[in-house]
């Protein structure tokens, strides 16, 4: 398969497709998989699809050749009063990140992290923050790409990279 895709800011109308990208993240262990009704309805993923485009979310969809989305990675700010599993306080904001298996280990999440983490140095956030299951291979992404073990969780770590 040709590694070509290209990464385009997220819309109001990604939400769905937003949705699909929970269900990947939440299902990144091989035969391990919730159902799709489960993820979507259970608080800990509601939060970061509900109402999605509001003010302070932001996000980037990479498209492959035929212009079909094949991973997301977006921000939303999370209030004390109701954080997400990577909360490290008020004023960062929670990454989310998913991309469809078959093009994992393409370069698609390196490249919507970028992106998305260029988009929030340049709206003037200094950290952000993001939760990921102890295990998860993509815990090197991430550490490769500045983010740090911040605070160890029940089965899952909380990592945040400083953007400037």
Known sequence: MPARFRVRPATQADGAFLGDMVVE?????????RPRHEVLTHPDHTRYISGWMRPGDAGVVAMDPQDVPIGAA?????????????????????????????????????????????HAREQGFG???????????AQTLYRS??????????????MVKRLR
Do not use: K
């Open 74 to 118: 977006w921000y939303r700010m999370l209030p004390r009063t109701d954080p997400g599993l990577g909360y490290v306080g008020t004023g960062v904001p929670e990454l989310i990140i998913g991309v469809r298996p078959i093009w994992r280990a393409h370069g698609v999440g390196r490249a919507l992290l970028q992106r998305l983490c260029e």
């Open 127 to 137: 950290r952000i923050s993001l939760s990921v299951e102890r295990g998860n291979y």
């Open 25 to 33: 993240a939440a299902n990144w262990r091989p035969g391990a998989a």
């Open 145 to 158: 790409e500045g983010f740090a073990l911040t605070q160890a969780g029940h089965g899952r770590d909380t």
